[in-house]
């Protein structure tokens, strides 16, 4: 999980320092694309992530555990940075802009990046049984857990 904390950091400094990226106007123009497409992303996310749940109860059927795995730790570890990314970026557009990500995002396209988690975690658990699911579950979890109540307390404060 390190390694998703120094891609955001990496990106966001890059894009911030390096580039000269103004990053509210990103963020503004990012809310209001979600804001307009957000049934048509919410739509096509669903499917692929039914076809995430589909080709992996297939490759288990099939005993194809090699596909199975592939398939399993690429959708983890993209929802992993996806949460990462998410979680960080909401804090920081927090204490900055005085801006709730999560809020803004809505329910439906903040727990996207939750079920794509929960559809890997259902191809590791097919590919073996005895896959520690508890440990990473609890970790990617707590990411956006501890983005929300740093949030929360800080909007009391």
Request: net charge negative.
């Amino acid at each position: 999980m390190l390694k998703d904390f120094a891609i955001f950091a990496l990106v966001w400094l890059g894009a911030r320092f390096a580039w000269g990226v103004d990053l509210d106007a990103f963020h503004a123009e990012m809310f209001r694309l979600v804001a307009e497409g957000q049934g048509s992303l919410l739509g096509s996310a669903l499917i692929v992530i039914g076809a995430l749940l589909l080709i992996s109860y297939l490759c288990g059927t099939l005993r194809w555990y090699g596909p199975l795995y592939l398939l399993s730790r690429v959708t983890f570890e993209l929802s992993q940075l996806a949460l990462v990314c998410i979680s960080c970026d909401a804090v920081i557009l927090w204490f900055v802009n005085d801006i709730n990500l999560w809020g803004q995002l809505g329910p439906l396209v903040a727990s996207l990046p939750f079920l794509t988690f929960g559809a890997s975690c259902y191809g590791f658990w097919m590919y073996d049984f005895n896959y520690p699911l508890q440990e990473r579950i609890l970790r990617n979890l707590a990411v956006p857990l501890l983005s929300g109540l740093i949030i929360g307390v800080a909007s009391f404060l």
